[in-house]
């Protein structure tokens, strides 16, 4: 099916809209939400909040690309849980050390500001946006899919410190264009 026919039952609230969203995109979300959380079953309950979200999201907004629309909202539940988690045991593994290594650069993600939230998305963008492909995509891996280090380097056929090198070197740069842009005070 169609990701404009998904949308069309979504828009006629068919309940048969979620499951057509879950065959086609079941495993793409579970993805996106196995990489930030680290217990099968959170997962499984993050992609259902998902699917919950675009059916209460759908209508009104009707998106432009049904793929992007649904990973975001995915990896939106799964941080939501991580976070939920960290909070009550602290810690969190790997997906901890991910959000650890950029806080310098975008400070406090708990803010509640969505206007801030929503210029900090649009400054890391445009940031993104002048960045050579090689560099944007192992960047992407590491911050929106939480890709290890090492399957990161395999992905792309450099050694760990590379990869390593780049990030900081990627992360400095982003710290000093928010500065430049007035989003983030040393």
């Known amino acids: 099916m169609e990701d404009q026919d998904i949308v069309s039952l979504y828009w006629a609230r068919e309940e048969r809209a979620v499951a057509e969203t879950a065959r086609k995109y079941g495993g793409y979300c579970l993805?996106?939400?196995?990489?930030?959380?680290?217990?099968?079953?959170?997962?499984?309950?993050?992609?259902?909040?998902?699917?919950?979200?675009?059916?209460?999201?759908?209508?009104?907004?009707?998106?432009a690309v049904f793929s992007a629309f649904l990973g975001k909202l995915c990896r939106r539940a799964a941080l939501k849980k991580w976070r939920a988690g960290r909070a009550q045991k602290r810690g969190g593994g790997e997906t901890a050390l991910v959000y650890e290594e950029l806080a310098d650069c975008v400070g406090d993600a708990g803010t509640d500001r969505a206007l801030e939230a929503a210029e900090l998305a649009r400054c890391i963008d445009r940031f993104l946006a002048r960045q050579p492909d090689p560099v944007r995509r192992v960047f992407v891996c590491r911050y929106w899919y939480v890709d290890s280090i090492p399957s990161i380097a395999v992905r792309f056929g450099y050694s760990e410190s590379k990869v390593k090198s780049m990030l900081l070197r990627t992360r400095n740069k982003l710290r000093d264009y928010l500065i430049e842009e007035g989003v983030y005070d040393e």
């Open 31 to 63: 993805a996106i939400a196995r990489a930030v959380l680290p217990l099968p079953q959170d997962a499984e309950e993050a992609v259902n909040d998902a699917y919950l979200a675009a059916w209460n999201a759908i209508p009104p907004h009707r998106p």
